[in-house]
């Protein structure tokens, strides 16, 4: 059967209703088969990192791999031959049926959604790189979707599986810095185009690329290299721009540490705004009203080469920011601690504090683990959700970004409920919320 065919098919069936539940590794590990069968869709870049991260992995089986593109899959094509080839993700989950045990998605932000609750509504466990998903109705759709699964899920913000968040909520909980009130997060990002407008000249696909594939559910557009590959993460239609792309990563620790959910006020600047890219630039502070344990937190986010002012316990000769790379900066009553944009190398500012703590450190509270790969197939084996999951975790943290994207997509403050995250103010588009999608894709349970 031709592809086209085949997806027309299933357009006209429902394409979940076409997805049979798989039987699962832990079935067939009575018949000695008791390696987790893998399917990889999105295999270029950092997708084959995944690829590559999770076939190391023992008793793991990279069974099937699937790429709109096949010249960025050739990496991951020739480090396991043996795997099954495929373009359509659509097509792969529902061929494959019961072989597959697990899917991994790496995917542009547009496709996340969609690919990931049909592998949910399948039975499969599933690892979704960072964001989850590009709006936050498609964010809600999976977070829903995911509470009904039986799978294990994990996002790919790899920090929350480090030992850095570990250490900082461990200082924090042994009240190093005292009550913490404000962090501040940074990051070299943008490294890719924004700020433009749609560009115009004619261009082809390359002819290894499936463009109309790499769309997926987003409207029909011409083919353009401003958008693949690669640039498409500073299009409101394809990406979530620099905070999106990095918040996940930067503000884990302090949505985790501080038991933050929604904000009541999210304000924003930006540099000159274009109606379908991000900013070059921008600062975006967020305010959680006070809980049970905590005061009131304010978080301020910046891009595109925008950093905090130097701390006064940061000397002239010090180098400040520690990385232009990016990072964090947590303040506390009576304290101040840095560390890396994945909570990495932390340290206390005030120097003899920090000189102690190397000398003798606090007790281990919080369990350490190998990796973020590691993790997720522990918890898929042992029938539990890994720590970044998508509905205890990865969900709500990828739910704050969004609303901070809304914010500055809507160049206005919004204002916000804290108890349901509805925006109360300004009124905005529907589509920026929850995108309309094209015929053979969809988000339904």
Sequence with gaps: MHRRSFVSDMARAGVAAAVLPTVGFAARAASGRDAINIACIGVGGMGFQDVRNFGAVPDVNIYALCDVDTKAAIEAYGLFPKAKRYRDYREMLVKEGSSIDAVTISTPDHSHA?????????????????????????????????????????????????DGVRLIRE????????????????????????????????????PTLDWDLWLGPAQARPYHPAYAPFRWRGWWDFGTGAMGDMACHAMDAAFWVLGLRYPSRVEVETSTAFPETAPRASR?????????????????????GLWPARPNEVSSEVRWPPSNDGGQLWIGDSGKLVAGVYAENPRLLNEEQNAALKAKPLPVKYERVKSVHVEWIDACRAGKQAGSNFAGHAGPLTEMIALGNLAVRAGRTLELDPATGAVKSPTLPNDWIMPAYRSGYTLAV
């Design 284 to 304: 975006v502070t967020y305010y959680f009203p006070a809980a049970v344990g905590r005061p009131e937190v304010k978080l301020v986010w910046r891009d595109g």
């Design 171 to 206: 200082w924090v909980e042994g009240g190093l810095i005292g009550p913490v009130r404000e962090v501040h997060f940074w990051t070299d990002r943008p490294i890719w185009p924004q700020g433009i407008d749609r560009p115009t000249e004619a261009h082809n696909a390359p």
């Design 114 to 162: 969609a690919a990931a609750i049909m592998a949910l509504k399948a039975g499969k466990h599933v690892y979704c790189q960072k964001p989850l998903a590009r709006t936050l109705g498609e964010v809600r759709a999976i977070i829903a979707a995911s509470k009904s699964a039986r799978g294990s899920t994990q996002m790919g913000n790899q920090g929350h599986a480090g």
